[in-house]
């Protein structure tokens, strides 16, 4: 079994993770920019981070096997607080570069005017720079959100099989499939989506334009969620092909749109003297 994932911060995670991930079959992910757990005080700050998602965690995640990629924008919650509004300015700066496969997470976190604004500048650096767009959907008022959020896409002229709409779930599902957006289901223990229900969502809606991924964060959260997702589709009923399709097919149909996926084979993790400026993942051995 191969896995793509196509949405998780693995800043927030540990190099066990990333170890029980190569075990379990995953090859390939893409880290979206999100936020800390606490606010940023300036956009200076965005510097350092686009630059570790590009540099150090691809780097990271190489030693273990797995190709990085990521996306790069200022995301809804931090669009309203203006000392991190001006990264906008900053973020042409990374969309060209390699290993950024779309611009993201953009779109709805409270629904403000600021929000607004930050979603609609980023969508037209999404047109601008040719790279598909990965949109978060708003925890609270989730159908209102998706609704707005669609609306938002159309007047962008961004082509909706370039757009990704995340965190649905039942309820908001329908909308985007027939918008002809790529609809994205994040998987969590407690909260979102469970395996279950999104094998529901599967046999109701089939797998085109479907995107499964474990979104683990700063909070609880399993980046092993793709893989058992699979596994639960596998006991319903699906075949191994249409595991393949959503796990591992359609994620590469998504970002491929970039022209900038890296997909070749890495070895497993072995101990060795490469570093990423000076550091390594290694401890000891005057590493």
């Given amino acids: 079994m191969r896995i793509f994932d196509p949405h998780i911060h693995m800043t927030s995670r540990t190099t066990d993770d990333y170890e029980a991930m190569y075990a379990a079959g995953v090859r390939a992910l893409v880290e979206p920019a999100f936020w800390l ?7 200076a700050s965005f510097a350092d981070y686009f630059d570790a998602l590009i540099g150090w965690e691809r780097f990271r995640a190489a030693q273990f096997g797995i190709r990085h990629h990521c996306t790069i924008a200022l995301n809804p919650k931090e669009a309203n607080d203006p000392r991190c509004t001006p990264v906008l300015d900053l973020l042409p ?9 779309a611009v993201g997470e953009v779109g709805y976190d409270s629904m403000t005017p600021e929000e607004d604004a930050a979603f609609a500048r980023q969508l037209e650096l999404a047109v601008e720079f ?22 938002v896409v159309r007047e962008s002229g961004l082509p909706p099989e370039r757009v990704v709409v995340d965190h649905l779930n039942e309820v908001t599902v329908r909308e985007v499939k027939d918008s002809g957006c790529w609809m994205g289901f994040s998987i969590y223990p407690d909260t979102k989506m469970d395996e279950d229900r999104m094998v529901a969502i599967l046999q109701e809606y089939g797998t085109d334009r479907m995107l499964v991924n474990s979104a683990a964060d700063w909070g609880r959260s399993d980046p092993l969620k793709t893989v058992k997702t699979a596994r639960a589709m596998l006991a319903s009923g699906f075949t191994e092909s249409d595991v393949d399709k959503v796990l591992w097919q359609n994620p590469v149909e998504f970002y491929g749109q970039s022209g900038r996926l890296v997909l070749d084979d890495l070895p497993g993790f072995s101990p060795s003297p490469e570093t990423f400026s000076g550091n390594s993942v290694l401890r000891g051995g005057g590493q």
């Fill in 37 to 43: 757990g606490q606010p940023r005080t300036s956009a």
């Fill in 93 to 101: 700066r990374y969309l060209g570069k390699d290993g950024v496969v």
């Fill in 130 to 151: 040719e790279l598909p767009a990965l949109v978060h959907t708003p925890h609270r008022d989730k159908a209102s959100g998706t609704s707005r959020t669609l609306a």
